[in-house]
T-cell receptor, first 115, second 112 residues
Framework: DGGITQSPKYLFRKEGQNVTLSCEQN?????MYWYRQDPGQGLRLIYY???????QKGDIAEGYSVSREKKESFPLTVTSAQKNPTAFYLC??????????????FGPGTRLTVL | DQQVKQNSPSLSVQEGRISILNCDYT??????FLWYKKYPAEGPTFLIS?????DKNEDGRFTVFLNKSAKHLSLHIVPSQPGDSAVYFC???????????FGTGTRLTVIP
């Protein structure tokens, strides 16, 4: 079955620690994205990658870092510099800008809680 | 600055009636619009989309209307079913870009 997996579903972190959220897709999509959702707010873009070994900052990249060493994987690291890291994190992928590649497919999300 | 706005945070509709969810946008460079449905603690799932060259797109019980002059789109669900109860997000794409701009969502409750 093709899709996007995120792990873990729930994650707890002590203040001051870095944590990495996993995102894997087997849809052969070129583009991948990380969003953050807070209560009462829409999805805000953290980082996105259009191709392997390339990524761009989104609207709220401060305190986060990413890598794109493989097409299938786009891990997100929440660093201790992120002031309000408690949120629901969503990973997505899409074919890209060509053809009908606008639709993004989302993973199930990871809820991160900083204690 | 929110470029995609969903001004109604919630909507309640009786089962079998029509649900109309609204979305406004400010950026005239948007050329593609999408609606996503989201259940709690899950990722959004794609519902329906529309290109800016069209004013209507229909898929079963779901129809999206686009009024470019008013920078407004709406999602109609007919007939509404209890399983439609979820948060609906409107999203838009700038021509040539990959990333989407999302609204804040409208929580739809369909009452049996």
């Amino acid at each position: 079955d093709g899709g996007i997996t995120q792990s873990p579903k729930y994650l707890f972190r002590k203040e001051g620690q870095n944590v990495t959220l996993s995102c894997e897709q087997n849809l052969n999509h070129d583009a991948m994205y990380w969003y953050r959702q807070d209560p009462g707010q829409g999805l805000r873009l953290i980082y996105y990658s259009q191709i392997v070994n390339d990524f761009q900052k989104g609207d709220i990249a401060e305190g986060y870092s990413v890598s794109r060493e493989k097409k299938e994987s786009f891990p997100l690291t929440v660093t201790s510099a992120q002031k309000n890291p408690t949120a629901f994190y969503l990973c997505a992928s899409s074919m890209g800008t060509s053809g009908k590649g606008y639709e993004q497919f989302f993973g199930p999300g990871t809820r991160l809680t900083v204690l | 600055d929110q470029q995609v706005k969903q001004n109604s945070p919630s909507l309640s509709v009786q089962e079998g009636r029509i649900s109309i969810l609204n979305c406004d946008y400010t950026n005239s460079m948007f050329d593609y619009f999408l609606w996503y449905k989201k259940y709690p603690a899950e990722g959004p799932t794609f519902l329906i989309s529309i290109s800016s060259i069209k004013d209507k797109n229909e898929d079963g019980r779901f129809t999206v209307f686009l009024n470019k002059s008013a920078k407004h789109l709406s999602l109609h669900i007919v007939p509404s079913q209890p399983g439609d109860s979820a948060v609906y997000f409107c999203a838009a794409r700038i021509h040539g870009a990959n990333n989407l701009f999302f609204g804040t969502g409208t929580r739809l409750t369909v009452i049996p």
